[in-house]
């Protein structure tokens, strides 16, 4: 008998009336056979609101308290859920992160997890209940409340499966599955039955929000399947595999656009050892994460650097970069947040050639220019205006005829 461990987002328990459908699902799984521990979210808008309740409280929280603020909403899920599955007859029980033992490092607000006992679960298990575990919180070594960041509860769910050795990881969410873009921007988008680790990685860090990063991480480590699928439909999603079983052998698997990307340039910094660093070094010890990098060909002496980071993070950029832009004698700083990435992925990339090019002609031919570009393995992205973000995705998705179902063929022959 298998373990299956599902999580339920927010808006899967997003009312009572929900809450009692997720318990109805959640007793079909087990009739059917399974040892199951169900991993939630708070109710959906509660982490936002309570997030607005600390901030109101205090311009600068202390980071401690935030988090156990915050991680009160999975607390009242976990116990919500454990009552219905009750009501129905089955045998739940609520564990938090400190009776589970989550044990994360001790970073509020972006904890990472470093441990799971898996006992106390698994004694539940063996009597015949449920464990239902508040998602997104962890305890330090000290027993401090930490979280995972937003989107932690998916994290806590892989993790949760990866340390009970669980046959599949099940994400409930409000879309039934991984698409080859966004469908509310592209009408001919797909849904895919199946996507590799490596591919979900790149298009979830390129703004496809369905799973927290780090929860595809921890499943590629620990070879979890992740089937990501929806709560209001009995659908099969899109499961989340190695390589070797992700079958669709296409050159191209998806476009993602991230339209929070904004850009920092500093003109005329001088071209000499040490320059860069001395640029990026401040920016990291600001947490200031850098996507894109581009130094322009050096013209007397001096060059320009490009970088882009998260639109959050511009105002702290900005104010980073023209510290660095004084001291190291450059000539200025500009910042623009009018635009957006877009990019597409798949592991076909890697044996075929012409990929990027393509790209290239599919936007010229609309006229969008293009204002920098980066390549992986398997993704190219371009920085592009951000008001031909959506034209820019319907383009690409029909250039590389993503809405067209694949053939079979075996990899390297598609
Ligand atoms: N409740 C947290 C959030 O809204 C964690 C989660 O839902 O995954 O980010
Ligand atoms: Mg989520």
Known sequence: MGIVVQKYGGTSVGTIERIQAVAKRVAETRAAGHQLVVVVSAIAGETNRLIGLG????????????????????????????????????????LLAHQVRI??????????IQS???TRMRELLDAGTVAVIAGFQGVDKDGNITTLGRGGTDTTAVAVAAALNADVCEIFTDVDGVYTTDPNVCSSARKVPRI???????????????????????????????????SFSAVEGTMVVKEEEALESVV???????????????????DHPGAVAAIFEPLADSNISVDMIIQNVSKE???????????????????????????????GVLVDDGIAKISVVGLGMRSHAGVAAKMFRLLAAEGINIE???????????????????????????GFELGKKPSTLPPGLA
């Open 55 to 94: 901030q109101a409280m205090s311009k600068t929280p202390a980071d401690r308290e935030m988090d156990v603020l915050v991680a009160s909403g999975e607390q009242v899920s976990s116990a919500l859920l454990s009552l219905a599955l009750n009501e129905i007859g089955v045998p739940a029980a609520s």
């Open 103 to 112: 044990l994360t490092d001790t970073k509020h607000a972006r904890a990472r």
């Open 116 to 118: 799971i006992d898996a």
């Open 196 to 230: 590799s680790y490596e591919e979900m990685l790149e298009l979830a860090s390129l703004g496809a929000k369905v799973l927290q990063i780090r929860s595809v991480e921890l499943g590629m480590k620990f070879g979890v399947p992740i089937h990501v699928r929806s």
């Open 252 to 270: 191209v698997s998806g476009v993602a656009c991230n339209k929070r990307e904004a850009k920092v340039t500093i003109q005329g910094v001088p």
């Open 301 to 331: 002496g001096t060059t320009d650097i490009t970088f882009t980071v998260n639109g959050e993070d511009l105002v702290a950029a900005e104010r980073v970069a023209t510290e660095v832009s004084k001291a190291g004698g450059a000539g």
């Open 372 to 398: 920098a570009i980066s390549t992986s393995e398997i993704k190219v992205s371009c920085l592009i205006r951000e008001r031909y973000s959506e034209l820019a995705v319907r383009v690409l998705h029909e």
